[in-house]
């Protein structure tokens, strides 16, 4: 049981670049949820998707799209990289009404957007 | 929209002692969740004590307690016992009762000291 594993771990890019950040789950959680984190920052909702075949914006949604690919899987892609974005990036996962709702995230991606 | 504020960036307490971090929050809902989370050098977001706003008991487990005041929007987490694992980012977080979106603080750096 790996909980939820996201590939990369580092990514570094230059301006005008994409990439797809993947994340994955083993729980069989409904949700699942896109955040970055900036130096001395908490964590900002980037996208979140409440089921399969679903997803919605969070605070931060401008240059990303998502795609929830099935139960397990989510992605985060950036088309044209700038370097505003650069940022650590975790996915999280949760089940309504399981273990209280608690959000389980993946360990993050550094990326870093020259 | 909700905001949660952690007033002490940075804060040090020496092995053994008590120390009190605070959070307040703002919203207009009555019903809604409030989480506290341990973020240690690794990055692993780690959850650390939840509170349903509609139980008045204040949570505990083991070390951790918190002290909710739903009239003031103040969660505070208290650390009992400190222990020098304890050294890491914690981060308060807000999800409201309809969604399953968390709200996080901007975070406090504890440094635990022997």
């Known amino acids: 049981n790996a909980g939820v594993t996201q590939t990369p771990k580092f990514q570094v890019l230059k301006t005008g670049q994409s990439m797809t950040l993947q994340c994955a789950q083993d729980?069989?959680?409904?949700?699942m949820y896109w955040y970055r984190q900036d130096p001395g920052m908490g964590l900002r909702l980037i996208y979140y998707s409440a089921s399969e075949g679903t997803t919605d914006k969070g605070e931060v949604p401008n240059g990303y799209n998502v795609s929830r690919l099935n139960k397990r899987e989510f992605s985060l892609r950036l088309e044209s990289a700038a370097p505003s974005q650069t940022s650590v990036y975790f996915c999280?996962?949760?089940?309504?009404?399981?273990?209280?709702?608690?959000?389980?995230f993946g360990p993050g991606t550094r990326l870093t957007v020259l | 929209a909700q905001t949660v504020t952690q007033s002490q960036p940075e804060m040090s307490v020496q092995e053994a002692e008590t120390v009190t971090l605070s959070c307040t929050y703002d919203t207009s809902e009555n019903n809604y969740y409030l989480f506290w989370y341990k973020q240690p050098p690794s990055r692993q977001m780690i959850l650390v004590i939840r509170?349903?706003?509609?139980?008045?008991q204040n949570a505990t487990e083991n070390r951790f307690s918190v002290n909710f005041q739903k009239a003031a929007k103040s969660f505070s987490l208290k650390i009992s016992d400190s222990q020098l694992g304890d050294t890491a980012m914690y981060f308060c977080?807000?999800?409201?009762?309809?969604?399953?979106?968390?709200?996080f603080g901007g975070g406090t750096r504890l440094m635990v000291k022997p």
């Open positions: 509170q349903e706003a509609y139980k008045q």
């Open positions: 977080a807000f999800r409201n009762n309809a969604g399953n979106m968390l709200t």
């Open positions: 729980m069989n959680h409904n949700s």
């Open positions: 999280a996962s949760s089940e309504v009404g399981r273990r209280g709702d608690e959000q389980f």
